[in-house]
């Protein structure tokens, strides 16, 4: 089926000529179906938005509405994440299955019914359920509006770099059968640029992303990074990158020969083609400073001046070495806002909640895995329990039983969380326990890594907003010492936030944003494990601080 987007601009704003903003309506098909595509000299079906890999971009500009029908033709159910739209009061087209909705099953539709409000930049969109988000993803690009220009000089072109994995096998197949021995799956086999692996890899000659380029111009780079497991490096031979922006919130600029990306984050660069005219490799790499098997391969895509023939072999780059955690904790320390009067940095200063979770790897019994045993994730020793119905549903309709609202606001016991690894008694609590926050009240949560088992830095996303990222250290967080360094004027403000290997990151953030909203890590391995949570925020006193009434479409459970 062929891809089918169009976009309509709604007449009867147009008759309404008071009226302060002429929001447009935009309109996606999204048909959920399977492909045989080809990579790394195998066809293999892959679940894919109308056929393609990666999927649609949805073009939007601020304030705009959208409706995207998403059609599921293939054997699984199917949810579909809008990766950093806050979704005010509207979770129910934030798409988390079982968070915010029942999944779409297969020959079923529902329309995502949403508006973008006070965002712009780049985000993406996502399955969220299984491994699916492997080959289902794609680019939102929120433009300001009409006549707000970029706050940075106007690029030239623009050009969308989706990083993602590539498995040759079929990963729920994968997947399941790791669960069976309570392992990890196997690695992927590629990284990708845009979907493909670059020449490094075979059969990948016809297989490699290459964007053209006029000297002298200026590019932005709209960067995602779509993988599944990898928190990645990024670069371009014998140029430097600017950065403007971060999870569509814009940036203080600064220049990086390599940006890092965890998994789930959006980066804009601008870069101008100012070398001698070549062909320059764009190359991405994983980042990975834990103690565990380093995923060395690295995807390429060509960066290349017009007129230079295909036959010109490219400059290859430098990429920090995947142990690089220097380079790693550099790179997040120029973050910051651009905090302008139009743009500004709206840090809570006042904090009602403090919060303080631990992650944690443990083994759990498992009486159907083949050992007995089976790998999980926590946070705060307990590890989530996906439950049968939708959160935000049984938090709406008042259902009884599916989950509780005591998530602690501490570890159950303090210990040397950094200390030396801590490999006995890795056992931890299950159950589907949330966190009641009260409507527009301001929260702090220290994001606590441990050695239990290993230390590892993980990518942490939460849903229904963004929040600041005030200080972040290795060690054990010191509640004495370590918040008298935090930034509290031009903190970087985003989505997901890298919790460095051994260490900790503190963010705040305001609940004014009515509804359940999912907290995990980024990486599908320890979602699947247990590695999140979610926040129930209650209503606020006024019917525009209430959840809004589930559409009539909302898939059944
Ligand atoms: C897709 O590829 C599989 C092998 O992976 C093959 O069996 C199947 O016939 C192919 N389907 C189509 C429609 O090409
Ligand atoms: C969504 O698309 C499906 C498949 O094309 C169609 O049957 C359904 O009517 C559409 N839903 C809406 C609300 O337009
Ligand atoms: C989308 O949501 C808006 C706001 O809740 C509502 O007014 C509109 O009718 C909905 N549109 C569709 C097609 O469901
Ligand atoms: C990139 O930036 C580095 C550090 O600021 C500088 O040394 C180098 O010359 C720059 N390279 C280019 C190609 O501009
Ligand atoms: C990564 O691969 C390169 C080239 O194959 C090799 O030289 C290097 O030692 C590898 N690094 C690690 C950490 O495995
Ligand atoms: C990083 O990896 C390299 C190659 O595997 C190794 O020689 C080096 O000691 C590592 N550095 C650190 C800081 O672990
Ligand atoms: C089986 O479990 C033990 C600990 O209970 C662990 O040491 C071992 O690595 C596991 N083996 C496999 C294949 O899972
Ligand atoms: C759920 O309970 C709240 C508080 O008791 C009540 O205001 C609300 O109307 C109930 N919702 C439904 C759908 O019954
Ligand atoms: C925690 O463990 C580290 C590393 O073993 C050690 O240096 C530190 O003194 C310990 N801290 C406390 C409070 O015991
Ligand atoms: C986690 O909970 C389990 C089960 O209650 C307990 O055995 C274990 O000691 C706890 N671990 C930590 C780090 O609190
Ligand atoms: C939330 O609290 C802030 C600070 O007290 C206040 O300025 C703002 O108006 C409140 N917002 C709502 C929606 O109540
Ligand atoms: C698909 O979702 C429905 C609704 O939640 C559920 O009843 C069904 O078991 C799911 N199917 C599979 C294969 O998970």
Redesign the pocket.
Known sequence: MAASRMSVFSCFLHVFLSSPAIAALKKYDFNIQVKNVSRLCNAKPIVTVNGMFPGPTIYVREGDQVLVNVTNHAQYNVSIHWHGLKQFRNGWADGPAYITLCPIRSGRSYTYNFTVTGQRGTLWWHAHILWLRATVYGAIVVMPKEGTPFPFPQPYQETNIILGEWWNQDVETIVNQANKLGLPPQPSDAPTINGKPGPLFPCSEKHTFAMEVESGKTYLLRIINAALNDELFFTIA???MTVVEIDAVYTKPF???AILITPGQTTNVLIKA??SPSRYFMAARAFMDAPITVDNKTATAIFQYKGIPNTVLPTLPQLPAPNDTKYALNYNSKLRSLNTPQFPAKVPLQIDRHLFYTIGLGMNPCPTCQNGTQLVASLNNITFVMPKVGLLQAHYFNLSGVFRTDFPDQPPAPFNYTGASLTANLATTTGTRLSKLRFNSTVELVIQDTNLLSVESHPFHLHGFNFFVVGSGIGNFDPEKDPAKFNLVDPPERNTVGVPTGGWTAIRFRADNPGVWFMHCHLELHTMWGLKMAFVVENGKSAEETVLPPPKDLPPC
């Open positions: 014998g140029h430097n220049t990086s020969q100012d070398q």
